[in-house]
């Protein structure tokens, strides 16, 4: 009986050996199939994110070179981002799309009224120049006319002057002529006197 049980346990014990080692198989392939599912599962997430960060980086380059380009100096605002299917990508180009646009119309319009104001500028420093000649010309006209009533003034108080010597010259010539006058009167007189007293002298000696 000893013996019977004996290989009945010496059996039993080989089954569980048999039966462990089999479970020790089956862990190890267990084991090896989640290894190479995590390998899988990790080259896949690897491979998904790799398409993620270069549909995502590519637009984010492209818009950060153009920042950069504008930034620096190029000021062209005619270039867009493309605007590829109806993601946040693609919104987010359309927006700024949109306020590149927008910026180019104002930048447009303050050009065309910078403009506006620099010919008009322009048309009031030509007046502004026009009126300066106008009123050198007025001036020097003035200048003129002054110069002319001074040399008048003088010209009047020169013929006031020669006139005032001309009546001293006329009063002094009408006194010359009353005392002409006067002495022909007296020399009349005198020559007839004369005359007469030689007629008397005359009828005497008759």
């Known amino acids: 009986i000893n013996q019977l049980i004996e290989q009945a346990l010496q059996q039993k014990t080989e089954q569980m050996e048999s039966a462990q080692q089999e479970a020790e198989a089956l862990q190890k392939r267990v084991h090896r199939i989640e290894w190479l599912t995590s390998l899988l599962l990790l080259i896949l997430v690897l ?3 790799s398409l993620i960060a270069l549909k995502v980086n590519k637009p984010l380059r492209s818009l950060q070179a153009k920042l950069q380009n504008l930034t620096a100096g190029d000021k ?5 981002l493309p605007v590829n299917g109806q993601d946040e990508f693609a919104h987010i180009a359309g927006s700024f799309n949109q306020f590149l646009t927008d910026i180019d119309h104002i930048l447009g319009t303050v050009q065309q009224v910078s403009q506006r104001s620099s010919q008009q500028m322009n048309m009031m420093m030509q007046r502004s120049q ?3 000649e106008d009123m050198s010309r007025i001036q020097a006209n003035t200048d003129a006319l002054a110069t002319a009533t001074q040399e008048m003034s003088s010209t009047i108080q020169e013929i006031a002057n020669n006139t005032e010597q001309a009546k001293q010259d006329t009063v ?3 006194d010359q002529a009353s005392d002409g006058q006067q002495q022909v009167t007296e020399a009349v007189v005198l020559i007839q006197q004369v005359a007469t007293e030689i007629e008397q002298i005359g009828r005497a000696h008759v």
Do not use: P
Request: net charge positive; glycine share 8%.
């Open 76 to 80: 062209n605002l005619s270039f867009r």
């Open 130 to 132: 026009s009126t300066l």
């Open 47 to 49: 491979g998904v994110l």
């Open 172 to 174: 002094v010539a009408q």
